[in-house]
């Protein structure tokens, strides 16, 4: 089928390119991409309109919990990959701490051939660092490597010896994937639900302290510094963090690093107001911090956006903010959240498309995808100014574990093209 989007602002961060085009796709990859106006209806099957719409490569997101095998009430593969193609997402990296853990090239492949089955997003697994994410032994990582694992990561807890990581990160060199460091120092937060600090103690309940993750991450990045490997820290919630990251850089070392919306958006008084749905790891923190991770967005210390969509289900995130497990969705809201901040003036449409597109892809030395004719036509279309309400229970996944619950959002992805399948295009279209 050839698909025509007619009069589209195209965001192509790989090409630098912010312009008004009409884009043809045909056979599965971009046939043409003209100035607006210049090809006609007659050159494709179906045209959309394109008028107020971004077009941007296909989204990735790095960090999601798809929860097959083990939780399927939660999430399963095929509910995630809904729910990744609604909120705009044609790519999910899927984290290892499953039940069992992927930490076999058998699970990994399986997770990819389940995927294709389903054929919705694609699905990039990540294998875990040790065996059974037990923080004991290495996983046998070249081999998982060779059956599909994009990354390495014990994701839902730091590798807590450190001659592990520093095993794991020279191992990158030669597998050339980064090893995706959960960041914690749990020892300094043995019974944490929260961010330690003015509402924990209001609410009577034990904190997580910043320090448990600049500990760690100021950790990781000496390790990656020693090895010559690459470290990938996962969600940054800290300011102090955020700097760290910010030296090792300017030093040269190679590091990556990402930021979810609820991170960026909120802070530790949400857990007030919103209880079990604000509680997830590392913690919500204050302003100050939301203040850093939005300052390193814009400047460039970021490489990703990344949603940590976390799902648990709604009995399990009842049993009050003590005892609920740690984790939020964030598939469905990741991109009107991200929009906020180009609201706010905090960072331009195209650095917006990069950090949900080439950043991550560059995050995982992956090639970075590309509106450019020839290329693959796998890509996003977002309605920047859709008003809309988020109402969990309506939302493709699973799982309704969200504080943004009711939300009113501004912006939507309204299309995922998958080597030129329409997933959704409820959109506009022209007849003649
Ligand atoms: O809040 C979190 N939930 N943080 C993690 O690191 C893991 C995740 C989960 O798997 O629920
Ligand atoms: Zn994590």
Not at 54 to 83: F, K
Not at 122 to 146: C, F, N, Q, W, Y
Not at 195 to 206: D, I
Request: charged content about 25%.
């Amino acid at each position: 089928m050839r698909i025509l989007i007619r009069g589209a602002r195209r965001l192509d961060p790989a090409a630098g390119l912010d312009d008004v085009v009409d884009l043809l796709i045909d056979e599965g990859v971009v046939a043409a991409c003209a100035p607006c106006g210049s090809l006609g209806r007659e050159s494709a099957d179906r045209t959309v309109v394109g008028q107020g719409l971004w077009v941007t490569p296909g989204l990735l997101d790095m960090h999601v919990h798809l929860r097959e095998p083990g939780d399927e009430e939660a999430e399963n593969i095929e509910s995630g990959c809904r729910a990744a193609v609604a909120g705009g997402f044609a790519t999910v990296v899927a984290m290892a701490n499953t039940d069992p853990v992927n930490d076999t090239p058998q699970m990994t492949t399986w997770i990819r051939a389940r995927a294709e089955e389903v054929g919705l997003a694609r699905v990039l697994p990540i294998a875990a660092v040790t065996e059974g994410m037990r923080g004991e032994r290495l996983a046998p990582l070249a081999s998982l490597k060779d059956a599909g694992a994009c990354a390495f990561s014990d994701d839902g807890r730091p590798i807590e010896r450190a001659e592990l990581m520093r095993e794991a990160l020279c191992a990158t060199k030669t597998l050339g994937v980064p090893i995706v460091s959960h960041a914690e120092d749990v020892r300094l937060a043995p019974n944490g639900v929260m961010n330690a600090g003015r509402v924990a103690r209001r609410l009577g309940v034990s904190g997580i302290p910043a320090e448990a993750e600049v500990a760690m991450v100021a950790r990781d990045i000496e390790l990656a510094a020693a090895s010559g490997g690459h470290l990938h820290i996962a969600h940054v919630s800290t300011g102090g963090a955020m700097e760290l990251i910010r030296q090792a850089k300017r030093s040269g070392i190679d590091v990556t690093a990402e930021v979810t919306p609820h991170h960026f958006t909120l802070t530790e008084e949400a857990v007030a107001e919103y209880g079990a749905m604000a509680k997830m790891r590392p913690p919500l923190r204050e302003e100050e911090d939301v203040e850093v991770l939005r300052q390193a967005l814009a400047d460039g210390t970021v490489d990703a956006i990344a949603s940590d969509h976390a799902p648990h289900t709604a009995q399990a995130k009842g049993r009050g903010l003590t005892d609920a497990p740690f984790g939020v969705i964030g598939l469905e809201t990741t991109v009107p959240l991200t929009l906020a901040l180009v609201r706010a003036g905090s960072i331009s449409p195209l650095r917006a498309v990069e950090l949900l597109t080439t950043g991550p892809a560059r995050a995982l030395r992956r090639p970075p995808p590309t509106l450019a004719p020839g290329a693959e036509a796998t890509l996003t279309i977002i309605d920047p100014e859709r008003r809309w309400r988020f109402l969990a229970r309506e939302a493709a996944s699973r799982s309704q574990n969200s504080p943004f619950d009711g939300w009113e959002m501004v912006g939507r992805a309204v299309a995922v093209i998958l080597s030129g399948r329409p997933l959704m295009l409820p959109l506009g279209e022209e007849t003649s």
